[in-house]
């Protein structure tokens, strides 16, 4: 390649017999990196510049815009949240996987089984980052019962709050009001109190909707049967006032409905204190024996709807907000998108163990006489860490970041595979927007090219002081 | 007696895939052999000998199917080739296809025959002389096709194209075990009674109404245009779908608002709330929980268009019939009714979806038989038999259809007032921000962010469609 290029000014004003001779000279070794050279050019110098050509074209590649597509670039809102997500991937994910490539090379080398340690460590590098998105997808899934993530909140949500006996579905904002049908009304912090008041010796029915089969089942609810009057008592019956057959009955009992078992009520006075308590039987029926004179209401208790736990909606496309003393704009660049963090901590799972296998390599080559003097000198293994080891590894550690922002500029298929649908916006990056606008729907190729000759012009720096550090080393 | 043979080797390869049930054998067997009577009348204009009735030669065709939608067409060619003589090559070009034509016209080698899946291309190629005229070719063909279709089809009131494949997304699914579950006895046929019926299953505790698809927006977008055609009618939704309608006007405001109602508060009719319509909506995941593959259903309806029959778990039987039951291993059960309109609503008649429709490229005697084959009902027919199609011909009869729900979808269709095009697809340009459009405002339903979503749409479609 240099020799071609070195050879190739000369060349143009070289008298014929001079070429011929160059020809003779060169003529094997030019037939041995013909392949190769027509292979780069017709996979790599052809692309490129196609692509460039591709993104000063309209849609159908035959009238030439201009700069058009670039403006149209910088004036889309979901470039622009690409170009967002990409600076948080670079600011955030590079940082974070040299660190910790960094902790875990410095930390195998004093452990026994460092091989298999390293082993595992390594391992997500080995799986299709499709596989490692769909598992990370799982483990993050808002169900407790699927996601792991979730499942371990549920589980210390539950020791602070357990969730009642008819638990209120807060994912659909459910209220306790909500479930009152017959007599019954939303009362005070939660509770469901009967609408009309009672006296000694007379019934109470207060009908709920909304509960599910699962939950009468799991409760054993019964048939109810109507209060008996009660002397000198107040007798009475919570049901689920909902009847397959009957839809629009909602004053009367009907046979295939239910009780409700295992409320929680109490009775209030005039004033509105407390001054008995019981929980329904079976068959949603209950009674307050000996009730003193006076006018009462039957309250149903707040705790029986506790609302089950809601899972952590890690992958949807809502942001941490800084929400003090900004303005909206400033708001809307500072949120980090939840799912660019979950996604972000997959693939420091994915690509922590590459880190440390080249920082680990860095480790090895270490000049010990330093690192003895250190420890003779009375370094404690912080000190030696951040003193010594950490500016002798430099180099080392530069690699491996600049390695990893190229690698998360051009992040695509983890997104692609672990965003469900509806944050596949919100989480767009600009290699993923080239292949969204470039080979899916309507075909922008004017538009997917001119964000790919932009993440182009920004990988290739990065890409060239590498490559110079590479060569650098070796020298 | 040649042709019969062939007709029934034909079939045969069809029972060796394993496609046909044993009860329609013989109905196809008939089917082809009307078809061949019919072929007998196009390709000879005349009573001739059965020898001199072969036109022979080779033939062209593209469309974008692929993979069984293929196997599917070539049993539909099968008896045109073998009558004719005439060779058809197909290629199936995937979702490529108006790429594929396009370069191929470019190019000056278009095949002889296309189909393609949105009038927008039909009209560019009119436009550019590239398609033929059909009115003289199809002759009385014509008359197959209702209004609404042959509107679609029409470029400066010449016939361009034979509508062969259709869609309909005016479709609701649902589960009859959880309408029954939850008392609902009969299927909604107007808005209002939609909106109560999504009460009457709430307050049954145990279903939630509707399972949301959300994927990247385009159900909600689909969702979107069901509810605006119904509201505001096809004259409406194609002012709209060109932008000479803004977003921003009320007719849009107030199809959002039904929208919201639809939802629900918080998408309280959702499974699992907004939160689990984002999280779960992905398709065709979606259409799961209202027929899962095992176990119980969670949801009772499901919006999307009759493609969703394909996502039905195999043991799902058509139809709404009394032995339904709610296990998905005994005998579950699925079926549509129509997006209802509000009641008294002139436009219930109007439906949205989308089709394949067949051009003429060059004209040769094979090309100009080709398509008029495909106009007659009976290539329509051998599909329909197959199942997984949807004829706009109106001459098909029901009856070859495979199941109740096919044969509604067919009967929406051909009976259609009004057919319009989803207008998503029609949003060139800016199509994916449409989707993220619809679900801000799915999200988010207040006035004051419908009012910035809708000034933001308009500024979408102004750059990308340049008005």
Partial sequence: MTSITAEGPRLATAKASRHRGWWRRNWVSLAFIAPGIIWLLAIVVYP?????????????????????NYASVFS????????????????????????????????????????????IIVMPIVFSTTASALVWRTIFDLDPHVGVVNAIEQTVSDWFSTPGAYPLNSAIGQTAASLAAFNATGGTAGTVVSKSAVQPGGTVMMGLTRISSATLQTLGAQTPVAPQIMAGGIAGLVWNDFSPSQTSNTTTIVSDEHGLPNLRLSLVNSTGSSVASTVTNSSGDFSFSHVAPGSYHVEILASNFQTSFVGTFWLGPQSITPTSGLNQTAQSLLSVPLIDLAMIISYIWIWAGFAMVLIGAGLAALNREVLEAAEIDGATEWQTLRRVTIPMLAPVLTVVFVTMVINVLKVFDIILNMAPGSSQGPATTLALSIYNDGFTGGIHSGIASAIAVILFILVVPAMLWNLKKIKGGNS | MKEITTTKRGVMNKNLLGRVKASRKALIAAMALTTIASMSIIVSNGPASAASKKIRGSVSIWAEWTSTEQQDFKAVLQPFEDSTGITVHYTGKGSNMDTALDAAVAGGSPPAVALVPDPGTLDTLAAKHAIKPLASILGTETKNFGTAWSTLATYKKKLYGVWFKAANKNTVYYNPAVFKAAGITSTPTSWSQLLTDETTIANGGTYAPVSLCTDIGWPVADLFQNLFLKLNGAAAYNQLATHTMKWSSPDVTSTFAEMAQLVGAGGANLLGGMKGALADGSWPACTTSVFPASGSPTAAMVFEADFLTSNVPSNYSPGNGS?????????????????????????????????????????????????????????????????????????????????????????????????????????????????????????????????????????????????
């Fill in chain 1, 48 to 68: 490129t510049i196609a692509t460039i050509r591709f993104s000063l074209y309209d849609e159908s590649a035959t009238k030439f815009v201009g700069l058009h």
């Fill in chain 2, 323 to 467: 032995s339904c039951t709610l296990s998905a291993t005994a005998s579950p059960c699925y079926d549509t009714f129509n997006f209802p309109a509000p009641s008294g609503s002139a436009f219930a008649g109007d439906i949205q979806g989308s089709g394949d429709v067949a051009m003429l490229l060059t004209s040769t005697p094979q090309s100009k038989a080709l398509i008029k084959y495909l106009a007659s009902p009976g290539a329509a027919d051998i599909w329909a038999n197959l199942g997984g199609f949807a004829s706009a011909n109106n001459k098909v009869p029901l009856s070859s259809y495979p199941d109740t729900v096919a044969k509604a979808d067919a009967k929406a269709l051909t009976s259609a007032k009004a057919f319009v095009f989803s207008l998503d697809d029609l949003q060139v340009g800016w199509e994916p921000q449409l989707w993220a459009d619809m679900l801000n405002v799915l999200q988010n339903p207040a006035a004051s962010n419908v009012t910035t979503v809708e000034a933001l749409m308009d500024q979408q479609a102004t750059t990308a469609l340049g008005h």
């Fill in chain 1, 76 to 119: 889309t809102d979901s470039i622009l949240t690409a170009f967002k997500n990409n600076i948080i991937w670079v600011l955030v994910f590079p940082f974070f996987v040299t660190f910790i490539g960094l902790m875990v090379a410095v930390l195998t080398e004093r452990i026994r089984w460092a091989t298999a340690f390293k082993a």
